[in-house]
C-alpha cells in the first residue's frame, strides 16, 4: 500500500475497542497507526480518547436516521475516510449499520467486533442473550462488515465461559478483555496480507519464511 | 428414585454415543445402567452394540412417517420405555423429533445431544455448516428435549475448535470425541440431583460437602 498503513475507527461510545488499536499501534503489534476517529455521537469518550493521543478525532453528524446515517452522510464519511487515505475502517461500537457508498468505497477493507459467537446471538444486548438462553459459552468475533448485519466473514473468534453466576455484565467484562485482545491481531494480519477470504472462509495465510 | 437408576437410550444409527453412556456405567462414571436400547431402525448397529453388552436392544417401527413417529408409535415407545422402569430417555442419534406423549410421559427426564454450540447451528450437517459459515468454533450440546427442536435447556457444552484444514469429516470426529465426555457428565448430574432448571438455564448445584 506504500508508506504506513492508515487507519480509520468508527466509534459511538467510550471507545474501549479504539484504545486498544491505539495501543497495539504504540507497541508495534500493529504496524500501522490511527489516521481519524470518527463518531457519530458528539459527546462520545472515544472523541477524547483520541485526541489524547494527537489523533484527528471528528464528528460527523449522522443526520436524522436512527439506525444507520443519512445517504449523503455516509457519503460525506466516504470522503472523509479517503481525504485522510484510509487504508481500512474498523467499526469499534459504531451504532449504525453501514450501506452502498461505505460498502463499495472500502469493499473488503472494513472490519467489526461482536461481542458474541456468531452466528449465535447478533444484534443487541447480547450478553443478556447469551445467559438468558443459557449457553454454557459465548464469546467475541472480528469479522469484515457486507452489507449482512453481523454477518460477514469471519475473522478471529474467541471464546469466553458463561458461569453459573454471570450477569451481563460481569460476562460483558470478560468478552471486552478478549475483544482487546484479538481486534489488534486481525487488523496486523490484514496489513501483512495473511487473510485469505474464500466465500464466507477467512483462511489466515502463514507468515513469510514460516511453514 | 429407590434401586437403580435406569437410562433408555434412543437410537437410529452405530450408537457410538451409547457406547459412551454404556461404558460409563460400566467404570462407574454413570451410577446406573442402561436398561434398554430402542431404535427406529432396524439394522442400526447401535442395537447389536446393546446386545453385545446384553442389553435389551428393541427395533421400535416408526410406521410411516419420515420426521417423526407415528402418534400411536410414540405412545407405544413410552409404554414400553414405562414398562422397563426407565427413569431417563437420552436420545443418541434418534433421527426423529419427539413429540406431545413422550414429552408428558418423561417431562424433564430427556436429553439429546447435538454436534453444535447450539444456537449456533441446529438442525442436520451442521459440521459442514460450521466450516461453511466459517466459524472458528463449534462443539457440542447436551440438553434437556423439549417440544422446541434442537433448543430444549442447555446442560453442558464443549467447544472444539475449527481449524482451517477441517473437513465436516475431521470436525465431526474431534467433536464426537467431545460428545462422549460430556454426555455421561451430564447424565451423572441428572442422577446426582445437581441439575437446577431456572427457566432456559440449567445451573449446576455443588457436590454435596462442596462448596
Given at each position: 500500500m506504500g508508506g504506513e498503513f492508515r487507519i480509520g475507527v468508527l466509534v459511538s461510545g467510550r471507545g474501549s475497542n479504539l484504545q486498544s488499536i491505539i495501543d497495539a499501534c504504540a507497541d508495534g503489534?500493529?504496524?500501522?497507526?490511527?489516521a481519524v476517529v470518527v463518531s457519530d455521537?458528539?459527546?462520545?469518550?472515544a472523541l477524547e480518547r483520541a485526541r489524547k493521543h494527537g489523533i484527528e478525532a471528528i464528528y460527523h453528524a449522522p443526520g436524522r436516521?436512527?439506525?444507520?446515517?443519512?445517504p449523503e452522510r455516509e457519503e460525506a464519511l466516504v470522503a472523509l475516510l479517503k481525504g485522510r487515505r484510509v487504508d481500512l475502517v474498523c467499526m469499534a461500537g459504531f451504532m449504525r449499520i453501514i450501506h452502498e457508498p461505505l460498502l463499495t468505497a472500502f469493499e473488503g477493507r472494513i472490519m467489526n467486533i461482536h461481542p458474541?459467537?456468531?452466528?449465535?446471538?447478533?444484534?443487541?444486548d447480547v450478553q443478556r442473550a447469551a445467559i438468558d438462553y443459557g449457553a454454557k459459552f459465548s464469546g467475541c468475533t472480528v469479522h469484515f462488515a457486507t452489507a449482512d448485519f453481523d454477518a460477514g466473514p469471519i475473522i478471529r473468534q474467541v471464546v469466553v465461559p458463561i458461569e453459573d453466576d454471570d450477569t451481563p455484565e460481569t460476562l460483558a467484562a470478560s468478552i471486552l478483555q478478549q475483544e482487546h485482545r484479538i481486534y489488534p491481531e486481525a487488523i496486523q494480519l490484514f496489513i501483512e496480507g495473511r487473510l485469505k477470504v474464500d466465500g464466507r472462509r477467512v483462511l489466515t495465510l502463514a507468515k513469510q519464511g514460516e511453514p
Open positions: 503489534r500493529v504496524a500501522g497507526r490511527v455521537v458528539e459527546d462520545a469518550y436516521l436512527k439506525t444507520r446515517l443519512e458474541s459467537l456468531l452466528p449465535a446471538f447478533s444484534g443487541l
